[in-house]
Structure formats: structure tokens, C-alpha cells
């Protein structure tokens, strides 16, 4: 129930409410149970895009009691994340995140994570890494470790691989991972950096119920990663002082932070972007090309085409691979070749930055097109500061304004909107990167849902830094693995990859059974449960 300045707030703003998830059990723990299940079954977004298609984009639930919203919808998100910036903030996160982020800036609202912006931002400047030298010595390292002509799980080593290079751009040493007779520490740090963010998604899961999930394989876990990167940092304070001429990232970092923990914990945050989001692209993008050959020959020619006499390649080569790079936006729906265009705000001039769509036309790339698909962190969520509203998602025609009391949260799910048909087409679950070429996209129908309605990288002031960076190393690395291989082809997964299930709609009594095509594993982002396996040749 509203109170009354609640309800007369959402009258001066004619608000009405959101279509609402039947709830078949009291304190709505029915559903609760159901994303429980659909997590165990590996099937979570499914589960999230059903919920969506059956009542609209924007949508109120109740957990435990408690109402909440949901909404897959460019306005609200351009709302939440751009116009109404401060009116929405982490909430909880900071509390659910501390025991493996500390404060960085993932878990920071306000002034503390202004300042991490700016700290952070210059360190991403493409002069770092405007050669791909920063790269290269881990890509060959990751092609030794593929045999020829055996089946190979490409995922754990595409992890291995993506902590190898940002160790080596954080720290200036990497963790070498993928060297045999190297990596026995940094394949446990890795072990238990996944560990700890088992524990932190299923906090964040409950919410205001978050305490109840920890315990002493948590806290280990926690305590190991900080560990290892306070190691890191130790070491890189003996070879800091002029004994190492190249840029790196945790000496510029390390001038302006004083105190080692939060040194460590900015480390980790961005170790943790750095590491996971890079290596499930790459994974969702092989598995992509094996199972669309055309889309794989495509490439191959285009690679061809670009490189260099001595097949070598620079960072202006890969700029040049229009259809690599419309082939990783299908599959994040999308990524980030995109351009920003810059909004004016009092507290945040220099950094509200909004993504549009106007160069995806001309330019749209392979691993833009993954990303529609499967973005790297498909669900994400904000608290409101204040009582305030969303623009849409209201009403009998889903239009109207909807209230948000302060204190609710609104989870925002970009799996689920770049799969609307209302956006991407009839086809929108297929995998097609013409798509992008099409200048009559529903997408591109206006500014908003063009700017807001494909958002690999987050938007608004928030924006992700690295994500040129992250860019610039799928696609290396993908080329690089296809100039070596001549041939790839998907090997069988270990367990069917289709699961029929039943949902429960708010508008009938009786289960619709449902069919979920691959099994997604989901932490802080959305990883393949069975891999990538491949055979290369």
C-alpha cells in the first residue's frame, strides 16, 4: 500500500501500475522457488523472458513480501541510468558485494565512486594499448594450448587466457596462467575468485535477506583472492621505482591511492571486468561460429582481405573487420563500437555519456553481435534513492508512468530486451548479424529505444571504461585463432543443451511447457555451463 504524499506523488505524475506476476503462494515465494529452480536448471533468462512476455516490459512482482520492478524497457533504462541518474543508486550492493569487492568502484554511489571514475577512466586511454603487444605473448600462449584434431573445451581456457592479459595490464606481470607448470596458483585464485562469486549472486538474490548466505567457505574464498592480489602488489612495489619503462595500469593507480586495501579492492574490481565479461564473449562467440559456418567463412574471408603480406595484424586492421565486428554485436546484442553522445548534467557534465546506435549501421561488429544475444552481465538492478518514477510501463496499454517509492528496486534485464521482437524483429532470437544492416530495424523506429535498446556495456555515466579494451582483445584473439586453425567445428557437449520446463502464467491456471535451447551458467555474468567444445584443425 501507498501512503498518501506516496499516492498524491504518483497522481501529479499520473501514474498507474505495472502489470504484476501472479503469485500462486503467500509473500510471493512461489516465484522465489521458481528462479531457484531455473538457476539449478541452468536456465534463469529463460525463465526472466517468460516473466516479461507474459505481462510486458515493465513488470511488479513481490519477494518474501516485498514489492519490486522489473522492466526490459529503452525508456526506463535511459531513465534509471541517463535523465533520472540520481534518483537511483546501488542500494544494497555495497553490503551484498563487500566480502570480495571491498570498496571499488563496482560497490560505490556518490563522491567515493566519482572519484573512482575519474581515477580509473584515464588508465583506459587507447594509448595503453594502441598496439596489440599488450596481447600477443598470452594469445600465442592460449593457440599452444589447443590441440589439432581433439575435441578441446575452449571456455576455461579462454578464462585463463583473459586473466593472464589483465594481470599483466593491472601489474605489469601476468599470472601465466596458460604456461604449464605456471598456473597451480593462478588456477586456484581463479577457483576461488568463482567461489566467491557463487556466494555473492546468491546474495544478491535475496536482497534484504542477503546475511542469510555466507559461511566459512565464503569468507575463504574472499580472504584467498585478496590475498594473492595483495602478493601481486608487493611484488610490483619492488619494480616500480624506474625499473620498468612500461605503462602500467597499478602504478598510475597506486600515485593517488594511498591505502593498500583500497588499492587491492579497485584492483580487484577491475580484475574482475577484465577477467570474466572478455572470456564469456569469446566463448559464446566460438560457439556461435561452429554452429553458423557461413557466418565463420564470412569472417575467414574477411581476415584474409585485411591482413598484412606476413598475415600479421594492427589495431587499425581489426578497426577495418566491419563484419567481425557486426558478428560480436548479434551475439551480445551488442557491444561497443558504438559512439556516445554527450548530455550536460550539473553534478556529472563530463560523464554522462549515452550510447546511440547511428555508426552500428555502417559498423557492426562480430563481437557486437554476440553480445545481443548473450550479454556478459544479462540482469542488473538499482535502488531508488528517493520516491520517483519510471516514464513507462504504466496503465492498461503499458504507457503510463509507474511510481517507484524510495527504497524499491527495479532490476533491469538487457538479456530480455535484446531479444524483443518489437525492437530486433520476428527473428529477434536468432542469431543473424545482417540484422545490423537493416535501416529499418523496429530498433532504430526512435532516438530513445535507438540509444537505450542495446546496451552490452551499460549507458549513462556508468558506462563501462574498458570496453574498447575488451573489444580489442576478443577480436585479436579471435583472429588470431582462425588464422591458425584453417578448420573448426563444434565437438558433442557432454549433456543435451535443450530442457523442456514448465512456466506459470499470470493469466491461466495450468503450466505452458517451454523449451530452453542452451544451459547458461550464471555468476556475475552469463557464462555456457557445458563450455565452448570445439575441434580445431
Not at 583506459?124 to 600462449?141: A, G, I, K
Not at 544475444?373 to 528517493?386: G, S
Not at 579494451?469 to 584453417?486: K, N
Request: charged content about 25%; aromatic content about 12%.
Amino acid at each position: 500500500m501507498f501512503t498518501q504524499l506516496e499516492s498524491e506523488f504518483g497522481r501529479s505524475f499520473a501514474c498507474q501500475d505495472a502489470a504484476r506476476l501472479r503469485n500462486a503462494w503467500p509473500l510471493g515465494i512461489d516465484r522465489l522457488l521458481q528462479i531457484w529452480q531455473a538457476d539449478s536448471d541452468q536456465r534463469l533468462m529463460d525463465l526472466f523472458t517468460f516473466h516479461f512476455s507474459d505481462v510486458g516490459s515493465t513488470l511488479e512482482q513481490k519477494f518474501l513480501g516485498t514489492r519490486a520492478l522489473g522492466t526490459a524497457s529503452p525508456e526506463n533504462l535511459e531513465a534509471m541510468l541517463s535523465t533520472q541518474f540520481n534518483d537511483f543508486a546501488y542500494g544494497l550492493r555495497r553490503q551484498i558485494f563487500f566480502p570480495l569487492l571491498g570498496e571499488g568502484i563496482f560497490t560505490q554511489d556518490g563522491q567515493d565512486w566519482k572519484h573512482s571514475r575519474e581515477l580509473l577512466r584515464p588508465q583506459f586511454s587507447l594509448q595503453q594499448y594502441r598496439d596489440l603487444d599488450t596481447f600477443e605473448e598470452h594469445v600465442d600462449n592460449l593457440i599452444a594450448c589447443i590441440p589439432n584434431d581433439k575435441p578441446i573445451d575452449l571456455q576455461p581456457l579462454f578464462f585463463r587466457f583473459t586473466l593472464d592479459t589483465t594481470t599483466a595490464f593491472l601489474f605489469g606481470k601476468s599470472t601465466y596462467s596458460l604456461k604449464t607448470g605456471l598456473s597451480q596458483q593462478s588456477l586456484k585464485f581463479a577457483e576461488n575468485f568463482d567461489t566467491a562469486q557463487d556466494y555473492v549472486v546468491k546474495r544478491f538474490r535475496l536482497l534484504d535477506f542477503y546475511w542469510l548466505i555466507g559461511g566459512r567457505k565464503f569468507r575463504e574464498a574472499c580472504s584467498f583472492v585478496h590475498s594473492y592480489v595483495e602478493a601481486m602488489i608487493r611484488e610490483r612495489y619492488h619494480v616500480s621505482s624506474g625499473q620498468d619503462e612500461r605503462y602500467v595500469f597499478f602504478d598510475a593507480v597506486a600515485s593517488d591511492v594511498k591505502k593498500q586495501n583500497e588499492l587491492r579492492d579497485q584492483l580487484i574490481n577491475v580484475l574482475l571486468a577484465g577477467r570474466d565479461t572478455t572470456a564469456c564473449l569469446l566463448s559464446w562467440s566460438f560457439r556461435m561460429l561452429v554452429q553458423h559456418p557461413e557466418v565463420l567463412n564470412k569472417i575467414r574471408k574477411e581476415i584474409d582481405s585485411v591482413a598484412a603480406a606476413n598475415g600479421k595484424f594492427q589495431r587499425d586492421d581489426i578497426k577495418r573487420m566491419t563484419y567481425l565486428a557486426d558478428f560480436l554485436k548479434e551475439g551480445l546484442r551488442m557491444n561497443a563500437y558504438t559512439e556516445h553522445l554527450r548530455m550536460e548534467d550539473e553534478q556529472y557534465p563530463e560523464l554522462f555519456m549515452v550510447p546511440t546506435t547511428i555508426r552500428l549501421v555502417l559498423m557492426l561488429p562480430l563481437e557486437l553481435l554476440v553480445l545481443r544475444l548473450f550479454p556478459p552481465v544479462p540482469v542488473n538492478n538499482r535502488t531508488a534513492l528517493r520516491t520517483t518514477t519510471l516514464p513507462t510501463g504504466g496503465g492498461p496499454d503499458r504507457s503510463s508512468p509507474v511510481l517507484v517509492r524510495k527504497g524499491e528496486n527495479v532490476a533491469y534485464c538487457v538479456y530480455v530486451m535484446h531479444r524483443r521482437k518489437d525492437l530486433y524483429g520476428d527473428d529477434a532470437e536468432d542469431f543473424r548479424p545482417e540484422r545490423w544492416e537493416n535501416k529499418d530495424m523496429p530498433l532504430y523506429r526512435n532516438k530513445t529505444t535507438a540509444a537505450w535498446g542495446f546496451l552490452p556495456f551499460n549507458g549513462g555515466p556508468r558506462v563501462c571504461l574498458g570496453q574498447d579494451f575488451a573489444l580489442t582483445e576478443a577480436s585479436y584473439a579471435i583472429v588470431r585463432i582462425l588464422q591458425r586453425f584453417p578448420e573448426i567445428r563444434a565437438a558433442p557437449f557432454e549433456m543435451s543443451q535443450k530442457q523442456s520446463w514448465l512456466g506459470y502464467s499470470s493469466h491461466r491456471s495450468q503450466g505452458i511447457e517451454k523449451i530452453s535451447k542452451e544451459r547458461q551458467r550464471m555468476t556475475l555474468v552469463m557464462s555456457a555451463t557445458d563450455g565452448c567444445p570445439v575441434i580445431c584443425g
